[in-house]
């Protein structure tokens, strides 16, 4: 009845892997494409077109429009780090991993080539037309993630394994039905706010890269555009830190999560399908009367 | 039973098409007001009373509030190029694109004539009397956009394709059903949250217009309330890549979303009512196994 | 069974009329009290603890907690030129405005003169201990709304019927169920939203009132505080605008909306229930089959 | 079928006092971590990397995130006032307010340590290695709670009465059915909403502490860490009113909720179950018919 659309089943791509590859890739697009491009902008308009707060508000809107583009398909992980923990937990299978790694980072790449398009001029204005890592009119910084000065390796690593730690903390419970979930259709917007607290509280020392293809997807994205190699030896080889350290603080938060929060909850009541939407234990009780079952005991909220 | 009121009926307009301008004008019209109300507050100020973010939080609100009031009435498109990718997909009849866009303009310029009368002493006072488009005291940013002095034509194109693409890439996933759309009713403040983060990110080269209505409309007041026709001419014709640009990007982000969401999203359930506020499984169950139907398939969420 | 408590049927107040009116009382008591906090927060510290954006912020919070705490019982106006709306609508008995008005100017005053104990220090350490409406330290403004030096009296007149209106415009069509009506139970935090934008959009000019009792009642305040007679004879006595012109506003913008929206809603269907949480259309399907009904047409979102 | 997890039963501990300490911990650790982190961050990075408005919004995210992963086990108070008030109103049991108060002292001064360990670099950086309570470069303030110097000690007293008095006001009417209650699945971000609004307003004189576990806490870790003693005795030994004043802000706070809102509210509707999710009147109309009993009589919204 649509002249305008082909039968959608022709036009499904027929693995599912793949399917859920382009849409890690897509997500990870947009993500990128939002937070780099507020950065680029704060930057080169020197703060009169935006703040901090600009920056970290659009990361925010970066995962909340990413997730509900790509939730339905690839669960809009985005994140190799937190890929790896849904294999862990189950959720993901391990054949997916890789895959699903390597779209992220190649979004990401793509996201930060759209981004240096779109403030290309921008950059050469600011910049004087010199792709410098250090410095005051340095640019690299508004793809990838770098070190105060004073940060060492450790204080880094830090960092970014408590940044990383306190997003799966916060984000995992968000879903399990025994504890206090948030609304289904509303986890990409609170996501959206545990991401913009993190960075708001989390990015001073190293700019709280807390994703492993946030930061190299753009940082190869900056090498090969004409930063040169010092995107990857500047501050002592840091590139290594914002790719390892999250996937250890995403284990660690997951590990925090399941010891202090998962294993503590109560049993899942025997119902099949206590959903947050099904009907009041009036109607219930009607019903069961009607079937002569025996009355469920009414719970409080 | 009311007597402050004759019968609605009575009142209703009679073609629905003009139902629906009406309600394109006045939305139009309200994200406008917001919109160009915040830019004149800051500009006449100095930013003493409000700051970039307030802008674009303000235009956000205008989005908000613009939808909820005209969303049961016309679909709040708001935006001519919203409503070209509606009739291609299907979702907008050819012969009510050319009213509605016009409604749209007409709804702007009102918009504007009322932020004018609002801040007619304000911008008096901040520019001297002289209404101009050029240097530190024009005030003809506060209706329409222009480019920053760097920008060449075609990284203004480029801008405007970008962000109208991604505006419209992330909005169209919002409704799909078979995808993980948001609540129906809070559609409104998360279409807000994602033109706040588009304007956050990408408006440093060009001011984000997004809409040829949005700035066409405001364009021709600030022609006829003087500030000359350089409003047209300024930046070597500016004005039309506000126009066409935004179409270019919406198709775009129309067909990325395609490509690579709407097309890869599975079937939708047989089941003829798969909605969010369908009753649960269990009492479903209890429905089938007296009417002798067959139990149907638990899903998780 | 909780021996904290008597029965609580015992302790309410007989009158359901002084109900509403304490509820009023406190609400409108809540919301000064988050907004003057605030405008004092950022004054006082000079802008070391706040800026003109936390203060629109917390207007928006006072907005939403007061509309929590008294929605139930007094319907959370707030403000008299809403409660007068509502008695021209037929929502709110005219016996009702009188004493709803006098509650809310009463809340307004007692909730200034606790900001003003709050504050006493802050404000004597600011002002110098010289209480007054003009000067780089004067703190006037942190109750009541003044206009800029450069606005004639009809620009503020304007600017309070065009705030006002654009309020009562936006929210009248959240409840609406024929339109595309908020979530019920989130109403407070969208109608914040509005008040938010309005707020960064249109207080250049003369503060955004937008409500005869938030200015009447804390620039009562002023006046029995110290800040002398000047509170309501500057400005060339000013004070009346804030209160007559919201009321203007409010009128206009409920005609708007009705003529524009309202008059123009499809019929509400036949059906007496069709609330967001009614079940789905596939289990009344059964119901009615059951019943020897009509199966009701299923319509879409 | 999970073989990386055990039998959760076995590893959940016995005591259901020991589960919800558990939970009280972890979450006044994370409360701690993402307010006291904002501070951090905005201080050592000089306002370049955040303002106060962000510090603001990371107690809000705090909240919400420590709300959403402890509410299903311990109730997620958070804050031994709140569990004062609770005991009172018999939804906690006397002999759990000990260990819960303990339990949120604790983690706070987990959350500290972290956050110590997190900014140790950026803070000798800052300071010059020198911490202390006093002057320009003093850190202290990250961590506790501390007057302005004009503020007497009577005035600190009645700013945290009044914040924690509005938090308990605001925040108890959001469950009560009676009332026009918040959706349960989103109380996290609405009470994170209202402690944004106080501490925007309220936290100029005295750092808006409203919680003793949130300022003991971080003071003891800051006695322990190299501040010395002087995080006790300065400002007059103004440690004892963050931990008093917000205990009697409470108790004044919930005596208002009850007086002006709970005690005014109608009675509860006969029905045992009223909930917002419960299905529509129609189809209760149709089972009430159905089982020959009077049907209810409907209700607006």
């Known amino acids: 009845s649509n002249p305008t659309m082909l039968n959608p089943r022709l036009l499904r791509v027929r693995s599912a892997l793949i399917r859920q590859c382009m849409a890690e890739f897509l997500g990870t697009f947009v993500l990128i494409l939002f937070g780099l491009s507020a950065a680029a902008q704060v930057k080169t308009s020197r703060e009169t077109k935006g703040q901090t707060l600009s920056i970290h508000l659009s990361w925010a809107v970066g995962v909340m429009s990413a997730t509900y583009l790509t939730k339905g398909i690839s669960g809009a992980h985005l994140n190799p780090a937190v890929s790896l923990c849904f294999c862990i937990l189950g959720k993901l299978r391990w054949g997916q991993l890789l895959p699903y790694c390597v779209s992220q980072i190649f979004g990401a790449y793509v996201g930060a080539a759209l981004v240096y398009a779109l403030y290309y001029d921008a950059i050469m204005e600011f910049s004087g037309g010199v792709l ?81 293809a946030r930061d190299l997807g753009p940082r190869l994205l900056t090498l090969t555009a004409g930063w040169g190699t010092e995107v990857f030896t500047s501050f002592n ?51 069961a009367l009607w079937e002569k079952e025996e009355e469920p005991k009414s719970t409080c909220f």
């Open 132 to 212: 410098t890592v250090y410095g005051p009119s340095e640019t690299a910084s508004i793809f990838a993630t770098y070190p105060t000065e004073y940060l060492p390796l450790g204080g880094g690593f830090l960092d970014q394994v408590v940044g990383t730690g306190t997003l799966l903390l916060c984000i995992l419970s968000l879903t399990e039905k025994r504890n206090a979930p948030a609304p289904p259709d509303l986890i990409a917007p609170i996501v959206a706010g545990v991401v913009l607290g993190i960075i708001m509280s989390m990015s001073a020392n190293c700019g709280a890269a807390l994703n492993p």
């Open 237 to 287: 080889y840091w590139f290594w830190v914002p790719i390892v350290a999250p996937i250890i603080g995403a284990l660690t938060g997951t590990s925090l999560y399941l010891i202090f929060i998962e294993w503590q909850l109560p049993d899942e009541p025997q119902e099949s399908h206590p959903e947050i939407f099904s009907i009041s234990p009036s109607i219930k009780q009607s019903v």
